[in-house]
């Protein structure tokens, strides 16, 4: 079946050709930060994660969002969700790979992860974070590929793959709940010390990753792949719609709390992604984009009656961008500044961190496309 990646237009082989450009350009940038250290980066001793960990972050939630589409198909017996199932389980193949990458050069020293498998500390939420991360590949892996190659023989599933279905399913939650954890966990991070964190990723995925697939299925279906019904797209974007309106509830309940509660060491990060300082205004643009960009999709997705396609496509669109921008790098930066010493540093991703994450979303989309290179010729019978 791989051998239907090797077959393919002058255009499909010059985006690939783009994205090894993108993969080379981020691979001699990190051969650099290999060389001279993370100095090289916006990051510091005041701000120790930034655009690495904030893409590792959204990318887990796109990754977890795969449960969406296991769901209807398995669960439900919702067959028209047949191909849309394995595209998202290639869609969380190709993110928990880019969430590896990401982890692995913020590292620093990428030697730093075999501590991990060869001193495991059960205690630890990062151990636990390997584990459901590099099991919740291999299911991805399994389910798509088998399933794919069942439809390519024109054969029914074998019945071992259904209990795997199923175990993806709490295993999709525990991903991203995980992530939540090491966070929410540092009490010293008051910004990201709450209860209501876990709850609130587990929103924004199922509404990101879903988006991600709409805006993924248009882009196929524009260059003539294949083409999804319309009933299937539109119960995508009621997922997303109701996804998206618990994500805005979440983060205006958390809002009013930090405000209302009146306590300086919560409420003054949020006084700084929304208002900034004199001198450090650089998350601002980004925050209130956030909340606009989720408020405007919201409404677009209640307000399409008949569903156009420009409309469903911009707001998936803003949907992304919404929430890569409140889980990235808003949740990441805004819980490093104000520090304990009430100082305001700076953060801006230099050159190399954002040739470096260019190049590892290079990774992720060149996998990405020759998996549904593969989908599309099984399903066009080529």
Same mark, same amino acid.
């Given at each position: 079946?791989?051998?239907?990646?090797f077959?393919?237009?002058s255009?499909?082989w010059?985006w690939?050709?783009? /994205?090894?450009?993108?993969?080379?350009?981020g691979?001699i940038? @990190?051969?650099r930060?290999?060389?001279e250290?993370?100095?090289?980066?916006?990051?510091g001793?005041?701000?120790?994660?930034?655009?690495?960990?904030a893409?590792?972050? =959204?990318?887990?939630?796109?990754?977890?969002?795969?449960v969406i589409?296991?769901?209807?198909y @398995?669960?439900?017996?919702?067959?028209?969700f047949?191909v849309?199932?394995?595209?998202?389980?290639?869609?969380?193949?190709?993110?928990?790979?880019?969430?590896?990458?990401f982890i692995t050069v913020d590292?620093g020293m990428?030697?730093?992860?075999l501590?991990?498998?060869f001193?495991p500390?059960?205690?630890?939420l990062l =151990?636990?974070?390997?584990?459901v991360?590099?099991?919740?590949l291999?299911?991805?892996?399994?389910i798509?590929?088998?399933?794919?190659?069942?439809e390519?023989?024109?054969?029914?599933?074998?019945k071992?793959?259904?209990?795997?279905?199923y175990?993806?399913?709490?295993?999709?939650?525990?991903?991203h709940?995980?992530t939540a954890?090491? @966070?929410s966990?540092?009490v010293?991070?008051?910004?990201w010390?709450t209860?209501? /964190?876990?709850?609130?990723?587990?929103?924004s995925?199922?509404?990101?990753g879903?988006?991600?697939?709409?805006i /993924?299925?248009?882009?196929m279906g524009?260059?003539g792949?294949?083409?999804?019904?319309r009933d299937?797209?539109?119960?995508?974007t009621?997922?997303?719609?109701?996804? /998206?309106a618990?994500?805005?509830?979440f983060t205006?309940?958390e809002?009013y709390?930090?405000? @209302?509660g009146n306590v300086?060491?919560?409420?003054?990060?949020?006084e700084?992604?929304?208002y900034g300082v004199?001198?450090?205004? =650089?998350?601002?643009?980004?925050?209130?984009g956030s909340?606009?960009?989720a408020?405007i999709?919201?409404?677009?997705f209640?307000?399409?009656?008949?569903?156009r396609?420009d409309?469903?496509?911009f707001?998936?669109?803003?949907?992304?961008?919404s929430?890569?921008a409140e889980?990235?790098?808003g949740?990441?930066?805004g819980?490093?500044?104000?520090?304990v010493?009430?100082?305001?540093?700076?953060?801006?991703?230099?050159?190399y961190?954002?040739?470096?994450?260019?190049?590892?979303?290079?990774?992720?989309a060149i996998?990405l496309t020759?998996?549904?290179k593969m989908?599309?010729?099984?399903?066009?019978?080529n």
């Amino acid at each position: 079946m791989i051998e239907k990646a090797f077959k393919g237009t002058s255009g499909y082989w010059l985006w690939l050709f783009f /994205l090894f450009f993108l993969v080379i350009a981020g691979f001699i940038s @990190y051969l650099r930060q290999l060389h001279e250290g993370l100095t090289i980066t916006g990051m510091g001793r005041d701000i120790s994660w930034g655009l690495y960990i904030a893409n590792f972050t =959204f990318l887990v939630g796109i990754a977890a969002s795969a449960v969406i589409v296991v769901l209807p198909y @398995y669960v439900h017996d919702y067959k028209k969700f047949s191909v849309v199932t394995v595209l998202g389980e290639f869609l969380a193949v190709s993110s928990v790979i880019m969430t590896i990458l990401f982890i692995t050069v913020d590292l620093g020293m990428p030697s730093r992860i075999l501590n991990v498998l060869f001193y495991p500390t059960p205690s630890s939420l990062l =151990f636990w974070d390997m584990v459901v991360l590099s099991g919740y590949l291999v299911l991805n892996l399994i389910i798509g590929w088998v399933t794919l190659d069942a439809e390519m023989k024109e054969i029914e599933p074998p019945k071992w793959l259904k209990p795997l279905a199923y175990i993806s399913i709490p295993w999709a939650i525990s991903i991203h709940t995980v992530t939540a954890f090491i @966070y929410s966990g540092l009490v010293a991070r008051p910004f990201w010390h709450t209860a209501l /964190l876990a709850p609130r990723f587990l929103a924004s995925a199922f509404a990101s990753g879903p988006s991600v697939l709409v805006i /993924l299925c248009y882009i196929m279906g524009y260059h003539g792949a294949f083409y999804l019904e319309r009933d299937i797209i539109k119960k995508l974007t009621t997922i997303i719609t109701y996804a /998206l309106a618990i994500h805005i509830f979440f983060t205006l309940a958390e809002i009013y709390t930090v405000f @209302y509660g009146n306590v300086p060491a919560h409420k003054t990060h949020l006084e700084f992604l929304f208002y900034g300082v004199p001198w450090n205004r =650089f998350l601002m643009p980004w925050a209130w984009g956030s909340i606009l960009g989720a408020a405007i999709a919201f409404i677009l997705f209640l307000t399409a009656s008949k569903r156009r396609d420009d409309v469903t496509l911009f707001a998936s669109l803003l949907t992304v961008f919404s929430i890569w921008a409140e889980k990235g790098l808003g949740l990441v930066i805004g819980g490093f500044v104000p520090t304990v010493l009430y100082k305001f540093p700076k953060y801006i991703p230099t050159l190399y961190e954002v040739l470096i994450t260019f190049g590892i979303y290079g990774v992720g989309a060149i996998i990405l496309t020759i998996l549904f290179k593969m989908a599309a010729s099984v399903r066009q019978g080529n």
